[in-house]
């Protein structure tokens, strides 16, 4: 599990000015903590947290000396301006079951001989820490028209160790017939 270095952030900083420092304001919560943990981390490590981790993404934070297992939680991003604005952490603890979402990611979805039609690609489960999930793959290589693959039908899905908060019968894709536009004849 990748480690990312922390501060303890200061009460009379702005978040505007610890950003214009090359800091990212971000906190820590959870039922272990007694109160959320305001932190910052360099830019540079949250811009490369963003690039490589999702939301539901474990990991561990250093913060004075002490390691935390946390999962990203939120992350809150100006896309206008490609600026970071904030990062929620949620401490782990081995014990305890925690929300999140398992991203679905597609292999060869360039072999498809129809319309792809995408509909639940993130689902959201509870599971405790050791049984997180983060990423799925589906690999789409020899699927046919007409298909509909179902959350039932990925097996790493099925299994006691995560609770769906979906149903089982939701349908996460859809191969249809390609639509092919029929011309109008010009009207003379």
């Keep these: 599990m990748e480690t990312i270095c922390v501060q303890k952030r200061e009460g009379g900083i702005k978040a505007k000015k610890l950003r214009r420092l090359g800091f990212i304001p971000a906190n820590v919560f959870g039922k272990s903590l007694p109160d959320p943990i305001s932190i910052q981390l360099k830019e540079s490590d949250a811009r490369r947290l963003i690039r ?5 993404s474990k990991l561990t934070l250093e913060l004075d000396g002490s390691k935390l297992p946390v999962q990203i939680k939120e992350k809150d991003i100006d896309a206008m301006k490609d600026e970071i604005q904030h990062i929620s952490f949620q401490v782990l603890a081995a014990d305890e079951k925690v929300n999140s979402v398992i991203h679905i990611l597609l292999a060869n979805d360039d072999k498809i001989p129809g319309q792809l039609e ?3 690609m993130e689902i ?3 599971s405790l820490p ?7 793959t589906v ?3 020899g699927i046919t028209t007409g298909t ?3 959350v039932k039908d990925i097996p ?3 299994n006691d160790k995560i609770e769906l908060k979906v149903d089982s019968e939701e349908i996460v894709l859809r191969v249809s017939e ?3 536009h029929a011309e109008v004849p010009a009207t003379e």
């Design 156 to 158: 790493e899905l099925m």
């Design 148 to 150: 509909v693959l179902m």
């Design 52 to 56: 490589q981790k999702r939301e539901g």
């Design 118 to 120: 995408k509909m639940l």
């Design 130 to 136: 050791g049984d997180m999930i983060d990423t799925i």
């Design 139 to 141: 690999d789409l290589d």
């Design 178 to 180: 390609r639509k092919h």
């Design 124 to 126: 959201p489960y509870a």
